[in-house]
């Protein structure tokens, strides 16, 4: 997913910034907010990499992981959201990293801040956006989501089986959950893309990973030339989408 160029006014700042395997696209309307989000960036991933020297198995396990106490926030956050999902903390790693960086814009004073981590987006946002939507080499094109305006942060995450790096189980081009939680999120759009497999029954299926699971407003899945929804979503349009505007690990 992307944060579509279309759907930004000029006056806001748009930066890419790549720490590590973590490539992010920032956009804000003032320089520090910015500057802001990279700090959070550089910290949490720090503390995270800290965490993961110490206990390897948090990272490469892809089942839940026992809950452990005085665990920093940003392994705590990973925590909740994949065992909430039956899988790997690692499946809330990029979701998490985006909501701390927006949460340290906000604590600066910003009313309007997007962190798109890979295609796991967290926002704030004091007027209309419009996030348009990848789907690979899917015939889905140029769709996107209008994004009402919202005075908490919220979460749009995205996972693929046949697009980007990501450990993927399954066939979607594009699961994507909605959700105010972003963690949880980023862990079950994972999981909904685990379950997609091939053909319009599948897609439907898929949804029985998160219809049950609190906090999750809806969802969409994308497979080839079939499109399902469930659960409240956000008016779905299409736009020119600028592919050159996605944050590609």
């Not at 550089?42 to 665990?71: C, G, K, W």
């Not at 926030?73 to 998490?96: D, L």
């Not at 079939?226 to 944050?247: F, K």
Request: charged share 20%; proline share 4%.
């Amino acid at each position: 997913m992307n944060p579509n160029e279309r759907g930004l006014l000029r006056s806001e700042m748009r930066e890419r910034f790549q720490l590590k395997e973590t490539i992010v696209t920032i956009v804000a309307d003032k320089r520090s907010h910015i500057s802001k989000a990279k700090q959070s960036i550089r910290h949490n991933r720090a503390v995270l990499e800290r965490f993961i020297a110490f206990d390897p198995f948090f990272m490469s396990t892809l089942e839940p992981y026992d809950i452990q106490e005085n665990v920093p926030e940003v392994v705590k956050r990973m925590i909740f959201a994949g065992n909430s999902m039956g899988i790997g903390p690692m499946s809330a790693v990029a979701g998490t990293i985006a909501a701390m960086a927006v949460e340290s814009m906000v604590d600066e004073g910003a009313t309007f801040a997007i962190i798109d981590n890979g295609g796991d987006i967290a926002l704030i946002n004091d007027r209309p956006v419009i996030i348009g939507a990848y789907a690979g080499t899917s015939p889905v094109k140029d769709l996107a989501f209008r994004i009402p305006v919202h005075k908490h942060i919220t979460g749009i995450c995205t996972s693929s089986g046949t697009v980007g790096p990501s450990i993927s189980f399954g066939m979607a081009d594009a699961a994507i959950v909605f959700s105010d939680d972003v963690s949880l999120a980023d862990a079950a759009a994972t999981a909904l893309g685990n379950a997609t497999y091939v053909g319009m029954e599948a897609v439907e299926k898929a949804f029985d990973v998160v219809k049950n699971i609190a906090g999750i407003k809806g969802a969409v899945v994308i497979q080839g030339k079939y499109i399902g929804m469930w659960g409240s979503i956000p008016e779905m349009i299409r736009a020119n989408i600028d592919y050159d505007c996605i944050t590609r690990g």
